[in-house]
T-cell receptor
Framework: AQTVTQSQPEMSVQEAETVTLSCTYD???????LFWYKQPPSRQMILVIR??????QNATENRFSVNFQKAAKSFSLKISDSQLGDAAMYFC???????????FGTGTSLTVIP | GAVVSQHPSRVICKSGTSVKIECRSL??????MFWYRQFPKQSLMLMAT?????????EQGVEKDKFLINHASLTLSTLTVTSAHPEDSSFYIC????????????FGEGSRLTVL
């Protein structure tokens, strides 16, 4: 089974600064999807950004961007110009194109310091 | 955007009673829905995959007789916790895949179950 590892249980960043959250995964597949989800205190999971493995270009969504290193099986999330509303748990997730299941990492709790 | 609604958001029940949680996809059809359980400060643990019109597929270690899942339509899946005990207290989250864009998951708001 695929595994997703987030090695940073907690991170903090000063407001307006940049922070990078790490994620590595293990798979033998060549094509798959990677996601970053945000879970704020309200608890509803929100999709932040998505990356298809066959695309070499790193996905970007406004202040959120990823550094996708396929050979290293690394998928980090960079948050630029951090805002107080970015404070949440962030989960990295993997999904194969053929399977139903999403595999989630253990999450990183991000604190934004005013 | 796609919306998944989960109800109730909070429920408190007595030990031994059964509780039903609903998960609805409001503006899209979902042939597949997923039920997760989340413990405090932990990741989501997949409990089962719910397929419309067929029996749910349970993950190893999840009691199918305790966590009954029904997916009667393309927009509704229900999770019933039967004969609930305090150890069943948890945060339950459902998610749904859009039949038109299966690569994405849309999550419900979650349901906090407390069993007294």
């Amino acid at each position: 089974a695929q595994t997703v590892t987030q090695s940073q249980p907690e991170m903090s960043v000063q407001e307006a600064e940049t922070v990078t959250l790490s994620c590595t995964y293990d798979t033998s597949e060549s094509d798959y999807y990677l996601f970053w989800y945000k879970q704020p205190p309200s608890r509803q999971m929100i999709l932040v950004i998505r990356q298809e493995a066959y695309k070499q270009q790193n996905a970007t969504e406004n202040r959120f961007s990823v550094n996708f290193q396929k050979a290293a099986k690394s998928f980090s999330l960079k948050i630029s110009d951090s805002q107080l509303g970015d404070a949440a748990m962030y989960f990295c997730a993997y999904r194969s194109p053929t399977g139903n299941q999403f595999y989630f990492g253990t999450g990183t709790s991000l604190t934004v310091i005013p | 955007g796609a919306v998944v609604s989960q109800h109730p958001s909070r429920v408190i029940c007595k030990s031994g009673t059964s509780v039903k949680i609903e998960c609805r996809s409001l503006d899209f059809q979902a042939t597949t829905m997923f039920w997760y359980r989340q413990f405090p400060k932990q990741s989501l643990m997949l409990m089962a995959t719910s397929n419309e019109g067929s029996k749910a597929t349970y993950e190893q270690g999840v009691e199918k007789d305790k966590f009954l899942i029904n997916h009667a339509s393309l927009t509704l899946s229900t999770l019933t916790v039967t004969s609930a005990h305090p150890e069943d207290s948890s945060f339950y989250i459902c998610s749904a895949r859009n039949v038109r864009d299966g690569s994405r998951l849309f999550f419900g708001e979650g349901s906090r179950l407390t069993v007294l």
